[in-house]
């Protein structure tokens, strides 16, 4: 990522979508990060969870793509959890904070092993936080 840290379009775009932190659980160790970009009035907005060992900002050329077409976009940087159960826990408790209405999960996420780190979630469906 040295190379990408150096580029104008990496650049601009941590000069102008800031990186946030939202505590949500009781532990004030938990952060999550986001950037958020897009027109605030979209309530369904896109939602990118990074790999395992990635950062939210490895979204970025998606966001200013996306964000360009008109569309908001959310990446995530999640802390640490100890189990699904905790992390989706978390992960509903930070969207109850967003509010946010709709979100739709890609399930084909479970057909396709070998295309994980495309994993996102796509609005659309209700959420009942």
């Given at each position: 990522m040295g190379e990408i840290k150096?580029?104008?379009?990496?650049?601009?775009?941590?000069?102008?979508?800031?990186?946030?932190?939202?505590i949500?659980?009781?532990?004030?160790?938990?952060?999550?990060?986001?950037?958020?970009?897009?027109?605030?009035s979209i309530r369904c907005p896109l939602i990118f969870l990074p790999p395992v060992s990635g950062t939210a900002d490895v979204f970025f050329r998606q966001i200013l793509a996306?964000?360009?077409?008109?569309?908001?976009?959310?990446?995530?940087?999640?802390?640490?959890?100890?189990?699904?159960?905790e992390f989706c826990d978390g992960?509903?408790?930070l969207l109850?904070?967003?509010?946010?209405?709709?979100?739709?999960?890609?399930?084909?996420?479970?057909a396709q092993k070998n295309s994980s780190w495309k994993f996102f979630i796509w609005p659309g469906g209700p959420y009942d936080g």
């Open positions: 150096v580029s104008p379009d990496y650049n601009w775009f941590r000069g102008t979508v800031p990186l946030k932190k939202i949500v659980d009781d532990d004030d160790s938990k952060i999550w990060s986001l950037y958020d970009a897009g027109p605030r996306l964000t360009g077409w008109g569309y908001r976009v959310i990446a995530l940087q999640y802390p640490v959890y100890w189990d699904h159960l992960f509903r408790k109850d904070h967003l509010q946010l209405d709709k979100l739709l999960a890609d399930a084909c996420i479970y």
